[in-house]
Every structure is written in structure tokens, then in C-alpha cells.
């Protein structure tokens, strides 16, 4: 019975996290921290709740604790690594994204995330060569296409950058960034397909944020 409730209570964080209601998942967490002291699914969602935030350094914490529990836990790592990227610690990123790889080399987030990484660091041959192979492993995962549609876009590349950003609208036709990068990169005739898509999604309010 106890079991139940407790699973019912990571649910109902769950549900806050996705929520984005954070400093909720953070309270209730701790509280529930107490009971699982360690609990390495507790923690990590607490973690993500405080970066989430801007607590850094608490998610930090976490992320160290994780990895002192489990030092094969590849998600930890990875999280450690964007918590340094969004402080610009990029020595300490790369460092914690390529561990993680190390632990599995077919993980598509933390291959996502070092493929930013140097396109942010403006290597975008590293940055190509990383974000192709997260597509190889997940054809699917749209932000893998739209993150290459932006490195092929800052080097001119506009076809290729179109072609990716295109995909990107094939897995999601709500994606309005996608729609707008196209959009500053065509000049638009009266048949153009994209163009005809956009007035469609237009017609039938289909937009995202």
C-alpha cells in the first residue's frame, strides 16, 4: 500500500513537472526525498525542477549526487553538461556530454546537446558530423533536424538548411520556428508549396508558440 502511494506521488510531480509548475515539484519533492534519500528518479526530477528555475548550482548538486550513486548513470552526465553549457563553461560541457556518450554512444540527447555545443562554439563541421549521427539513430527526432537546419543556415549551406527544416514540419506542422527560418530563406512565387502550407496553417489556426 505504501508503494502505491509513493508511486502515485512521483506521478502527481511528474504531472507538475510537465506542467511547468517547478517550484511545486521542488517542495514536494524534498518532502518526499526524506522517505527516498536515494531515489535517483526523485532527484533527478528535483534537478531538473531547480535548472529549470535558474538554481544552478542545487541542480548541479543533484546531478553530482546521481553520479555518486550511479556512476554510469548516462542522463546525469548529460544533465551535468547542460547545466555548464548555460553557464558557458564549455570545457566542463563537453567533458560531462562526451562521458556520457561514452557510457552509451548511441544516446540521441546527449549527441543532440554536444552537436549544439560546437555549433555555439562555431565548429560547425563537429557540429554537422554529431547531428547526423543523432539523426542516423533516430530519424524522428525533430530537434536534431531543425538544430542542423540552423548550423547549414549560419554557413550558407540553404538548401540543405531548407531540406532539414523541412523535415522538421513533416514530424511537426506546428513548428512555426521551422516555418519562419524557411520563410527568411525563400523568395516566395505565387505556386510555392511552403508558401501554400503556411496559409493553410493560417486557415485552420495550427500554431505553436
Request: cysteine-free; glycine content about 4%; proline content about 1%.
Amino acid at each position: 500500500m505504501q508503494k502505491e502511494i509513493i508511486k502515485n506521488k512521483i506521478q502527481q510531480l511528474i504531472n507538475h513537472y510537465h506542467n511547468r509548475n517547478f517550484d511545486h515539484v521542488i517542495d514536494e519533492g524534498q518532502i518526499l526525498l526524506k522517505k527516498l534519500p536515494k531515489n535517483i528518479f526523485l532527484i533527478n526530477l528535483i534537478s531538473l525542477s531547480y535548472q529549470a528555475t535558474g538554481k544552478l548550482k542545487l541542480a548541479s548538486n543533484g546531478y553530482v549526487e546521481i553520479i555518486n550513486l550511479d556512476n554510469k548513470n548516462k542522463e546525469a552526465y548529460n544533465n551535468l553538461g547542460t547545466k555548464f553549457k548555460t553557464t558557458k563553461d564549455y570545457d566542463d560541457a563537453k567533458k560531462n556530454f562526451e562521458k556520457s556518450l561514452e557510457i552509451d554512444p548511441n544516446f540521441v540527447n546527449a549527441l543532440t546537446n554536444l552537436g549544439n555545443l560546437y555549433f555555439e562554439l562555431n565548429d560547425y563541421e563537429s557540429a554537422i558530423n554529431i547531428l547526423k549521427k543523432s539523426i542516423n539513430i533516430n530519424k524522428n527526432n525533430a530537434l536534431s533536424h531543425y538544430n542542423l537546419g540552423l548550423v547549414y543556415q549560419s554557413i550558407g549551406e540553404r538548401e540543405k538548411a531548407i531540406k532539414e527544416l523541412n523535415k522538421v514540419l513533416d514530424l511537426n506542422p506546428t513548428n512555426t520556428n521551422a516555418d519562419k527560418l524557411i520563410s527568411r530563406m525563400t523568395k516566395y512565387e505565387k505556386d510555392n508549396s511552403h508558401l501554400k502550407k503556411m496559409e493553410n496553417k493560417l486557415v485552420n489556426l495550427q500554431l505553436s508558440d
